[in-house]
């Protein structure tokens, strides 16, 4: 599988630094940090972002860089995801504003029709926002913000967002053992 991993800059910018760590190694990702994304990375977990180069699998872009491989329909991905999504992202990706290389990836992803998730991260939701995300899916994008399944008793941060990243991967059809399952102990 060939992904896109666009990290805006929204509060939860460690979980899709995490989702990238965590990715099969058989599953060949191109990644865009937004300058936002960074930004937000200084206050909440500033070395998040260590190693994520030496990572073999994944291809690191500027968001500045339209002209990057992953901003062409030729260029042949699987998937793609926005994690977090911030409100500005998720706005532009539903107007079709294609300025940076995220919403450039996102809006070749979706004339090609590939598979998309956006985790939209901000409490309580705006009716714009709720617009928003509702037209996208409409168009088939798969919206699911970071939300937390009692179920799996999770009592530290990291298996909590173990949790949101392994229902993110299951909806994207990666196979991972990320977090307790619904009825696993019977």
Same mark, same amino acid.
């Given at each position: 599988?060939r992904l ?20 099969? @190694? ?17 206050? @909440? ?27 062409? =329909? ?29 919403? #450039? ?8 029709? #590939? ?5 939209? #991260? ?43 990243? =392994? ?5 994207l059809g ?13």
């Amino acid at each position: 599988m060939r992904l896109v991993v666009a990290i805006s800059g929204a509060s939860g910018v460690n979980l899709g630094i995490k989702f990238l760590k965590l990715l099969p @190694e058989n599953i060949q990702a191109f990644a865009v940090i937004s300058k936002s994304a960074k930004i937000a990375l200084k206050y @909440e977990n500033s070395a998040a972002l260590e190693n994520l180069n030496a990572q073999k699998n994944i291809t690191i872009f500027k968001n500045s860089d339209i002209a990057a491989p992953i901003a062409s =329909g030729s260029f042949k991905i699987d998937k793609m995801v926005i994690i977090p999504c911030s409100m500005n992202t998720l706005a532009k990706c539903a107007y079709g504003f294609a300025d940076n290389l995220i919403t #450039r990836a996102f809006s070749v992803s979706l004339k090609e029709k #590939r598979e998309i998730l956006l985790a939209p #991260r901000e409490m309580p939701f705006s009716l714009i926002a709720l617009e928003n995300m509702t037209k996208l899916s409409s168009m088939g994008v798969t919206i699911s913000p970071p939300v937390l399944g009692y179920y799996s008793n999770n009592s530290t941060i990291d298996e909590m967002e173990n949790f949101i990243i =392994g229902k993110w991967f299951d909806s994207l059809g990666i196979e991972n053992s990320l977090y307790k399952r619904w009825k696993d102990d019977e």
